[in-house]
């Protein structure tokens, strides 16, 4: 069965940091582009980030650069996003999506390329 599943979210302060996981089970995900959006109440989803296979393309959206970092463990079948300085403005349910493009194909912060959707994890920034 095909699976992705987030971790990680949860409530933070302003400045604070989280970790979010993206775990892949019935698939390789190293074969795949990894994504990571956004979507706030009321808001369309947002393309935060995204990391290529192999040593292709790594993508930030200029709201999160700088402050986000997104990596990946093939031989695990595990991505993460690494969120520091997180402010009131970045609180939304955080999804990681996998895309099965040609291999070392730039990335994509555009929704419809993914094929397999994570739950989503939701991200709460408040003091």
């Known amino acids: 069965q095909v699976q992705l599943v987030e971790s990680g979210g949860g409530l933070v302060q302003p400045g604070g940091s989280l970790r979010l996981s993206c775990a892949a089970s019935g698939f390789t995900l190293g074969y795949y582009a990894v994504g990571w959006f956004r979507q706030a109440p009321g808001k369309e989803r947002e393309g935060v980030s995204c990391i290529s296979t192999g040593d292709g393309r790594i993508f930030y959206a200029d709201s999160v650069k700088g402050r986000f970092t997104v990596s990946r463990d093939n031989a695990n079948n595990v991505a993460y996003l690494q969120m520091n300085s997180l402010k009131p403005e970045d609180p939304a349910v955080y999804y990681c999506?996998?895309?099965?493009?040609?291999?070392?194909?730039?990335?994509?912060?555009?929704?419809?390329?993914?094929?397999?959707w994570g739950q989503g994890a939701q991200v709460t920034v408040s003091s």
């Open positions: 999506a996998a895309d099965n493009g040609p291999l070392g194909f730039p990335c994509t912060e555009l929704p419809g390329t993914y094929d397999y």
